[in-house]
């Protein structure tokens, strides 16, 4: 008779081995990546995804999902083969084109890319800063939105980090505020192997990481043998009952099962080699050909069935939340899916009239807060803080309540005193958009965006909804002298790819600077504020022009067609050409003024547009209190420049300015040079 006995299940162990054969054949097929960390931190990521980990591979969308955070970004082939067995669509193909061109399993998970990833890691520690914000998402919307026995949100926020990621300072910056903000659905699994590309990390990295947690406010589990799925699983357990973030300190040997490279650095950042995979194959009993994952074994990792079960559960929830509090029902969903309310537009409106009728001549940082007084209160979503520069970035308005949390539990706001934080500030608020529900703001000095410069790149790289304010942006800040006077870093900023940047120049333009990075859903923008106050000009209120990035902003005397020449200005430079603009009227030398205050939003303007606001034939001048070789491509050759290209000095800003050249008559005499040149050629 045929044996009807039932196929036995597969061992933990076997599990475990499925990722960690799909992580070297996949890195030996590429011959590139990191195999090291997929293979000693197998039995981790089973004891998590297998064991705890609640989301819905058929849904990776669904908002109640736990997240989850690869740090160490380096090993996504544990990531790519746990979303892969779990059920997510990317199946077995695009694993054995890992790291190859289009494929959906590039070096590094990429946020968009790859079904299942939250968030683009790599540059270590940015991760766990990224789930930092994530679960201060989660605890400020449950505080919002749930109500009694109708907890809509409440899910956790897990990541996986190595050495690398707790070198680098950001990994202190975060969990500092993450204990600070006693974030209690946060756990964080430091995979303890010891080995980083160099070698043995003790000779260079001997922190008590656990002492050092323990002083962040955290709870701390272990060490415990990492290699024991069971321990890990008992340490994820004890983390949900804590009242504070978690960290599990998990002792791993990084390249474990294979027989030759364990616990060595060459099994770190290169393919193991055709003999060592087949020697690790042994060794581990897996005795399937590459990329092939037996069907008992790919069945018992399924994760879609208990998944739509999860999800299905807490839909229900969800139902009788709509039927109680259908107003709050609404609200949440739009927050959700990252919809502004219906009353926003007319706020705009409403906002710019009214900045143009007081043609107020502010410092822009201020134009800025009157933008946030009116802008935050329509947009409930909004949240935001500074790196301990409140009062001068002016990132707070004056209805919005701090957050803060103590022994008594959370008081909700949305104004966040970041301290002085400013790259996990920024990586936080790059958390909080990709959570969802939130439009996050942060500020700082812009010379001191350099701290923060990555976080813009992954914000610009992940096509994230978040909002940088940089104040004192030029020489014009003054006293505080060159260590303080930004540069170069306008035009460093505008060379991000999907980054929009604008530098405004009064209360019209600081507006409409506001909206446009509220109402973007598809990139990050910076907003370059001035510390000084700039001349309100303006003869008319158009913001529609000023949405196009580049316009018209003063016509030259007599109308367009007898402009001889165009000034180009942005910020607080405008109100300077207006002037030179009027000298030269008397001179009888019309020019026409074009205000750029995001050259990102110009540049996309279609060809007819922008030679309609930089008419061709016509001399140019550009003057910006930065660096000059930026404004080249809209002068061209025949034009000039006047800039600031080298550092500043320390001295009253009108000093500064009259020391660099940028004055009106310096402009003036710089126009007229520039047309006698061209009657001479």
Known sequence: MPDTSATPLPTGAQMCNALRALAMDAVQKANSGHPGMPMGMAEIAYALWHRHLRHNPADPGWCDRDRFVLSNGHGSMLLYAALHLTGYDLPIGQLSEFRQLHSRTPGHPEFGLTPGVETTTGPLGQGLANAVGMALAEKLLAAEFNRPGLPIIDHRTYVFAGDGCLMEGISHEAASLAGTWRLAKLAVVYDDNGISIDGEVKHWFTDDTAARFRAYRWNVIGPLDGHDADAVARAIAQARQSDRPTLVVARTVIGRGSPNRAGSEKAHGEALGESEVSATRAAIGWPHPPFHVPAAIAAAWDARAEGARRQSKWADLLARYERQYPDLA??????????LPAGFGAAVTQAVAAAHDRRESLATRKASQLALEALAEA????????????GSNLTRWSRAAALRVDESGLTPGRHINFGVREFGMSAIANGLALHGGFIPFVGTFLVFSDYAR?????????????????THDSIGLGEDGPTHQAVEHAASLRLIPNMDVWRPCDTVETLIAWSHAIERRDGPTSLLLSRQSVQFLRGKADADAVRRGGY??????????????????TGSEVPLAVQAQAQLALAGVPVRVVSIPSTTVFDRQDAAYKSGVLPEGLPRVAIEAGVTDFWWKYVRAGGAVLGVDRFGESAPAPEIYRHFGLTVENLVATVQSVLSRERQS
Do not use: C, K, W
């Open 552 to 569: 018209v902003f003063s016509e030259a005397s007599g109308g367009a067609r007898r402009a001889r020449a165009v000034l180009i200005a």
């Open 454 to 470: 990555n976080a813009l790149r992954m914000a610009a790289l992940m096509r994230q909804r978040v909002v940088f304010v940089f």
């Open 379 to 390: 947009a409930p979503e909004m949240i935001g803080g500074s790196a301990d520069l409140t």
């Open 330 to 339: 609404a609200e949440f969903h739009r927050r959700m899916r990252g919809e």
